[in-house]
């Protein structure tokens, strides 16, 4: 009888504790706001090493070979011509191979694109053909842009043996589109169940049908004295302007389409991408990179996210066009349906703005207090759905990105979104003094 007891106590203790963990994953199931569609990513992210496979003099080349396909980090020191011929020398049969689907891609893409070209510049395509349309963009835009852009570009199209203008065109094509995508930066009383200083995300909506993320790529420049600090851009191939960085100052950047933006926009000035890139290699904090935006003479409309650890210690979103400068800040931004306002919290989801959507809103309000690398990678995200090509975290107080981009396009057309895959954990600082 006393067995029968115990036997009988032990079927019971099994079934309260399965009953218990069933009802206390449909509790948690239910904890997520019913205005997200996305599930969760529930994938840890891996600590990388980056391994050494190859070296150059004034470059080395290190693999991140846990993901597939793997991140290429590469190492560049020196000038600008010589960091672009360290990495045109190193990536070069990356570099051929995605300058030569870059160009096969946009010719069958091109159409979707053309809406948001001026007039002038869709006829150009419409008589020449996507290179017209590139190269009248460099055309447009080369007297604002920084020597050392042409430098760096000559290097590493001397070093990878591709053509130089051919080269230079695929460079103008982010000048030419823009990606919707969603950011934030969380710091103070937004992150003070934590042990953190300040989380910056970066998520990248763009079309994963292309070939770019077969080829993902983080560049860490090395400069000499003179030409700027250590920063790091995410990015692809051979491609030198930024739209995800993060330099040693520490300053964060990134960016999103400012589809509503209804003022002009000229096709003659500074390359965003180049402004954005200009801001990690020589700012060390928001005044001097707020004052580059303020003097540049700017092109796209875009919003530009800008975290500093410096002096500032925040994040802002920048609206940036041609007509003006607005600077978004804890203090002076608005809240509207859908999205909610909290100090030492600024955001912006994937939707054209002021975005009604209240997703992303009610993610911020759910998790308000306690974001981290890992909640905003395996919740935020994924149930947003945001960060279909590429997903970054910075995370300013241990000076670390967490990093993850799509899977290539399958044999059946299928992608694996950089949301749903597993990110890796970089060490900025090991990286910065490599």
Same mark, same amino acid.
């Given at each position: ?9 032990? @079927?019971?203790?099994?079934?309260? +504790?399965?009953?218990?963990? *069933? ?29 050494? @496979? #190859?070296?150059?003099?004034? &470059? ?17 020191? &020196? ?15 990356? +570099? ?5 689907? /870059?160009?096969?891609? @946009? ?9 948001? $070209? ?15 349309? *590139?190269? $009248? ?16 570009? #000559?290097?590493?199209?001397?070093? %990878? ?5 051919? /080269? ?9 589109? !823009? ?13 003070? #169940? ?24 983080? %560049? ?20 030198? &302007? ?9 300053? &964060? ?22 402004? $954005? ?37 925040? /994040?802002? @979103? ?16 608005? %809240? ?16 054209? !703005? ?28 994924? $149930? ?21 981009? %799509? ?28």
């Amino acid at each position: 009888a006393e067995y029968g007891g115990r036997a009988m106590y032990k @079927i019971q203790l099994k079934f309260f +504790i399965a009953f218990s963990l *069933l009802v206390a994953s449909c509790l948690f199931a239910q904890q997520f706001p019913t205005s997200c569609t996305g599930k969760p990513n529930l994938q840890n992210p891996s600590i990388a090493t980056p391994r050494l @496979i #190859k070296q150059v003099p004034n &470059g080395k080349l290190t693999i991140v070979d846990t993901v597939t396909p793997p991140i290429y980090v590469v190492h560049v020191y &020196g000038t600008d011509y010589e960091m672009g011929y360290a990495y045109g020398s190193l990536l070069a049969p990356q +570099i051929n191979s995605l300058v030569t689907e /870059f160009y096969d891609y @946009i010719y069958t893409e091109i159409n979707q694109y053309l809406q948001y $070209l001026p007039e002038f510049m869709r006829k150009a395509i419409e008589e020449g053909g996507v290179a017209a349309g *590139l190269e $009248l963009t460099y055309l447009l835009t080369e007297p604002y842009t920084p020597k050392h852009f042409f430098d760096e570009m #000559k290097g590493i199209s001397d070093g %990878a043996k591709v053509d130089y203008m051919t /080269f230079l065109r695929v460079q103008m094509f982010p000048e030419m589109i !823009q990606a919707a995508c969603s950011m934030f930066g969380a710091w103070g009383p937004a992150i003070n #169940k934590t042990n953190g200083t300040m989380y910056q995300l970066r998520a990248l909506d763009w079309d994963t049908r292309g070939p770019f993320q077969q080829f993902p790529v983080l %560049a860490v420049y090395h400069p000499s004295e003179g030409y700027g600090h250590t920063f790091a851009t995410a990015s692809y191939a051979g491609f030198v &302007g930024t739209i995800t960085g993060f330099s040693s100052t520490p300053i &964060g950047v990134c960016e999103k389409v400012w589809d509503a933006y209804g003022g002009s926009k000229p096709r003659d000035g500074y390359p965003w991408h180049f402004l $954005l890139r200009d801001i990690l290699q020589y700012d060390t904090d928001s005044d001097q990179a707020l004052s580059r935006m303020a003097s540049a003479k700017r092109t796209c409309s875009i919003w530009v996210g800008l975290g500093e650890w410096k002096n500032d210690k925040d /994040f802002k @979103i920048v609206g940036y066009s041609a007509d003006s400068l607005e600077i978004h800040n804890q203090y002076n931004t608005v %809240a509207y349906p859908g999205h909610p306002v909290f100090p030492g919290l600024l955001y912006l989801d994937k939707h054209v !703005q002021p975005s009604k959507n209240p997703c992303m809103g009610d993610l911020m309000t759910q998790f308000y207090g306690d974001f981290t690398p890992l909640n905003t990678i395996q919740y935020i995200t994924a $149930l947003a759905e945001t960060g279909d090509a590429q997903l970054a975290v910075f995370d300013y107080g241990r000076n670390e990105m967490y990093l993850a981009y %799509a899977s290539p396009v399958d044999e059946n057309g299928n992608v694996v979104e950089a949301y749903r895959r597993p990110a890796i954990r970089l060490s900025m600082t090991d990286l910065f003094n490599y």
